[in-house]
């Protein structure tokens, strides 16, 4: 029983330090963002950017989900 507790707890921690990680990655990057304005160099939201720019930051968007995806599945993988 406690071997299956433990687990649970493993599984739902590992998810939080992920989250926490993506968080602290997105908001590190939103910094490097206002610096930039700071110093007067444009940073377009997405309501500046055109129809092709919005499709290229889903298409990275997109990739780096799948970089996570593809590293946690590798993590598995090699775990044993």
């Known amino acids: 029983m406690n071997q299956i507790i433990n687990m649970i707890i493993r599984q739902f921690m590992g998810q939080l ?3 926490g990680m ?3 990655f997105d908001k590190a990057g939103s ?3 206002r610096r930039k304005a700071a110093r007067g160099e444009h940073v377009p939201t997405p ?3 055109t129809p092709q720019e919005r499709r290229q930051q889903r298409a ?3 990739q780096a989900r799948q970089a ?12 044993f």
Do not use: C, F, S
């Open 17 to 19: 330090i992920n989250r």
């Open 22 to 24: 993506r968080a602290g």
């Open 31 to 33: 910094m490097a963002d």
């Open 68 to 79: 996570r995806q593809q590293l946690k599945a590798t993590r598995r993988a090699t775990r």
């Open 47 to 49: 309501e500046e950017m």
């Open 60 to 62: 990275a968007n997109q």
